[in-house]
């Protein structure tokens, strides 16, 4: 872990009005990272997404973010305009998202979709890097893909020219939002050694938001559980298997297992006191 | 042996097997479009079998003594079998033989060539100023959706879609016409111009500056600037409401968030991001809205005392004028299926999914 934190988030708070009240989606989330790899677990609705949404300053609409503190690199976030907030997303914090059957743009190609990440370079130079960063995420052909609209292109090699396109210009900061779950088993473990690979260590901060124990456990260095919008307990990723927290406990006891005896798998109990109580903190 | 097709040549539906791609679609969508046409004389001509007109009275009279009237009706084929007289009606419709009219004594097809060039003219003046003044009004509406500009936007639209044209038209006439006198009256050109210019298109705006005649020029576009603006009014509000909501399903998408992770600007997230994925559908309604423009809009048609097909059309219907009623019958659905086969272009360019 870096000296200087890279980010550093203080009671990070989403909520969204709407008709029959208001809905708070993260719940006073705080965590601090240098340029390692930090895993956010959690189920759906825990609130794991809109915490990376919230970091680019992408919370779609009605959502407000407030947050005691915000800082990427030194750079208050709470108080910088959207102009600012912009120029920092895609050159430094980048995010990756789910589906490549989704989020890339199906009308336009994928040479020009990295293209358009370098901004401020000519046409033929920007597909001079893109090309260059195809063959980084291991591209096989990358001439046709580059010419490829996404629709002709596999989940897997959708995917990498995400990835592609959001490591094109660099950046300090990449959230990737559950990078591998849309794809085939058979796919994931690729897709995950170029990330990997690319990510470095010390190189790039990396959030990988995933509910996926396993992965989180062995691809990061720490990880936060979240539950109901609050962070219920954070820990190492090697100590994961020792984790404290009854939530953790109980995700940790509903994964299958293959050599496992079969039969049916506990259902997680939630305690309702879960929601307040403050975080455990697994071995410093 | 291959029992597979190799991977990236799925087989494309086509025309024939065997022919170079893009042939087998272009001859796929030329029989699609002959049939379209085809199905469309029949529908005429049975139509034109079905009314209660006797075209054999309607030549010889009715006070014709027998023989007259039964060698009329041998002269006209209606002695003929039912299928071959279509033959021979589709055989006349080719070679652009529509028979003559009642009401006008020209043939069918003169008439339409001097009627259908007014209307062509402010059928796309009128879809130029809804396509160029509504897309991105319902573009700017989406972006600012549930504020002010998607309000006002909104209530311009529902003015446009429900106030009848014909008193948007008579208002408009009676505000910069008479009034103001901003615009030309009805017609198409002032009595001072008329015949200056010989028609070779018909296209007023075009015939005259092609003719070097600048002052027929801006006297036409005068007498269009008002009936094309209440029509293109029109088809703006019918146009921005589709842009607009086109524009939410789309801005909602996940690309947009890739888009916006990237750090583009706003403008080109929404004029090319999202209006780039809108258009696909929206090239069918634009092309659906430019089709009921040449149908003619016979309530404008009127109020401005335009000679165009509605007009034609609506005069023809109301003499029992057959030939002419089937003659523009066939002219707006050669119309709309060469519309349609235009948008089915434009879909193909558009999105690369229905290549």
């Not at chain 2, 029949?42 to 209660?52: A, E, H, M």
């Not at chain 2, 009237?69 to 299928?83: D, F, T």
């Not at chain 2, 005649?213 to 007498?223: K, S, T, Y």
């Amino acid at each position: 872990m870096s000296a200087q934190a890279l980010l550093a988030v203080e009671d990070l708070r989403v909520s969204f009005a709407t008709a029959t009240g208001v809905v708070e989606a993260v719940r006073g989330v705080s965590f601090t990272m240098g340029r390692e790899r930090l895993g956010i677990v959690g189920e759906s609705g825990s609130g794991k997404s809109m915490t990376g949404r919230a970091i680019l300053g992408l919370v779609p609409p009605p959502g407000r973010v407030d947050a005691r503190r915000l800082e990427f690199d030194g750079i208050d976030l709470t108080a910088a305009g959207s102009k600012r907030r912009r120029a920092l997303r895609g050159r430094r914090i980048a995010m990756i998202l789910q589906d490549p059957n989704y989020s890339l743009n199906p009308v336009i190609t994928a040479g020009r979709q990295i293209a358009e990440a370098y901004r401020g370079l000519s046409r033929a130079a920007a597909r001079e890097r893109a090309l260059g960063m195809l063959e980084a995420v291991r591209v096989p052909d990358p001439e046709r893909v580059l010419r490829a609209y996404p629709h002709e292109l596999s989940g897997g090699m959708a995917q990498r020219v995400m990835i592609a396109m959001m490591l094109a210009p660099g950046p300090d900061l990449l959230i990737a939002d559950e990078p591998t779950s849309a794809l085939d088993v058979s796919v994931r473990v690729q897709v995950l050694a170029i990330l990997d690979d690319l990510v470095g260590r010390g190189r790039m901060g990396l959030i990988l938001i995933s509910h996926d124990l396993g992965l989180v456990a062995s691809f990061c260095d720490r990880v936060l559980v979240m539950y109901d919008g609050r962070i219920v307990e954070s820990c190492r990723a090697s100590e994961l298997e020792s984790a404290r927290h009854p939530y953790t406990r109980g995700l940790l006891a509903a994964r299958p297992r293959i050599d496992g005896p079969g039969g049916e798998l506990p259902v997680l109990d939630r305690d309702p006191a879960w929601r307040d109580a403050p975080g455990v903190c697994g071995a410093p | 042996m291959a029992y597979f097709p190799p991977s990236g040549a799925a087989p494309r539906p086509g025309f024939l097997p065997g022919l170079p791609g893009w042939l087998n679609t272009a001859l796929g969508l030329l029989a699609s479009v002959a049939l379209t046409f085809l199905g469309l004389l029949l529908v005429t001509f049975l139509i034109g079998r079905v009314v209660p007109i006797d075209p054999v009275l309607a030549a010889v009279g009715d006070r014709a003594p027998a023989e007259v009237y039964e060698q009329m009706r041998i002269a006209l084929g209606l002695h003929l079998p039912l299928h071959e007289q279509f033959l021979a009606y589709v055989g006349k419709v080719l070679e652009g033989d529509f028979g003559r009219s009642v009401l006008t004594a020209n043939p069918v097809l003169e008439d339409i060539r001097r009627v259908f060039p007014a209307t062509l003219e402010l059928a796309t003046l009128s879809i130029l100023l809804g396509v160029l003044i509504g897309v991105p009004m319902g573009v700017v509406a989406a972006v600012r959706h549930g504020r002010w500009p998607d309000h006002v936007i909104r209530v311009l639209g529902l003015v446009g879609y429900s106030v009848p044209v014909f008193w948007l038209g008579l208002m408009g006439l009676l505000l910069f016409y008479a009034n103001l006198g901003w615009v030309a009256g009805p017609g198409r050109l002032d009595i001072y111009y008329e015949g200056l210019v010989e028609p070779v298109t018909g296209l007023i705006l075009v015939d005259s500056l092609v003719a070097g005649e600048p002052e027929v020029f801006w006297n036409a576009l005068g007498h269009l600037v008002l009936p094309a603006s209440v029509l293109g009014y029109f088809s703006l509000a019918y146009i921005s409401r589709m842009t607009r909501s086109l524009m939410l399903e789309q801005l909602s998408q996940e690309y947009i968030v890739t888009a916006r992770a990237k750090g583009l600007s706003e403008a080109r997230v929404v004029w090319r991001h999202a209006l780039g994925n809108a258009m696909v559908p929206l090239v069918t309604v634009i092309a659906l809205s430019y089709g009921s423009l040449l149908e003619g809009s016979v309530l404008t048609e009127i109020v401005f005392a335009w000679p165009g097909l509605g007009y034609y059309i609506t005069n023809s219907l109301l003499n029992a004028d057959m030939n002419a009623v089937l003659g523009g019958t066939i002219v707006v659905g050669a119309v709309f299926i060469g519309l349609n086969l235009l948008s089915d272009l434009l879909y193909r360019v558009l999105d690369p999914r229905a290549r």
